[in-house]
C-alpha cells in the first residue's frame, strides 16, 4: 500500500517561504509523477507543481512560476516544494498526491486531482499580509 507523507506547512508573512516535503513509503520510488495540490476553503481543489521521474521534468502553474520549486530525493522516497515569496492568496490546504508509474505530462495530472492514484493527508499553508 502506498503511503504519502506531507509534511511542513505553517504560518507566515506575506514574503516568507515554507519548504513542503511529501515522504512516500510501500513502493519502488524510481517511476512516478508526484504533485503539490492545493484546496483553499470554499474552492476547489487545484494543481500546483508536479515532478516525473522517469525524465526529471517539472511543472508549474503560472500562478507560481518563479516561486515555487518542486525537487526530488529519491534516496529519501521524498518529494519537496519549495514556496518563496509566498502571497496570502497561496493560503490553502497542501496536499501532496502520486500517480505510479507516472507516464503522462504533469499538464495532465495537474490539469484535474483525478488523474492521481493516491494522497497523502494535507498540510495547511497560512500567509499573513
Known amino acids: 500500500e502506498v503511503q504519502l507523507q506531507a509534511s511542513g506547512g505553517g504560518l507566515v508573512q506575506a514574503g516568507g517561504s515554507l519548504r513542503l516535503s511529501c515522504v512516500a513509503s510501500?513502493?519502488?520510488?524510481?517511476?512516478?509523477?508526484i504533485g503539490w495540490f492545493r484546496q483553499a476553503p470554499g474552492k476547489e481543489r487545484e494543481g500546483v507543481s508536479c515532478?516525473?521521474?522517469?525524465?526529471?521534468?517539472?511543472y508549474h502553474v503560472d500562478s507560481v512560476k518563479g516561486r515555487f520549486t518542486i525537487s526530488s530525493d529519491d534516496a529519501k522516497n521524498t518529494v519537496y516544494l519549495q514556496m518563496n515569496n509566498l502571497k496570502p492568496e497561496d493560503t490553502a490546504v497542501y496536499y501532496c498526491?502520486?500517480?505510479?508509474?507516472?507516464?503522462?505530462?504533469?499538464?495532465?495530472?495537474?490539469?484535474?486531482?483525478?488523474?492521481?492514484?493516491?494522497w497523502g493527508q494535507g498540510t495547511q499553508v497560512t500567509v499573513s499580509s
Open positions: 510501500g513502493l519502488s520510488f524510481d517511476e512516478y509523477a
Open positions: 515532478i516525473r521521474s522517469d525524465d526529471g521534468n517539472t
Open positions: 498526491a502520486a500517480d505510479f508509474p507516472g507516464y503522462y505530462s504533469g499538464t495532465y495530472y495537474l490539469g484535474d486531482p483525478a488523474h492521481m492514484d493516491s
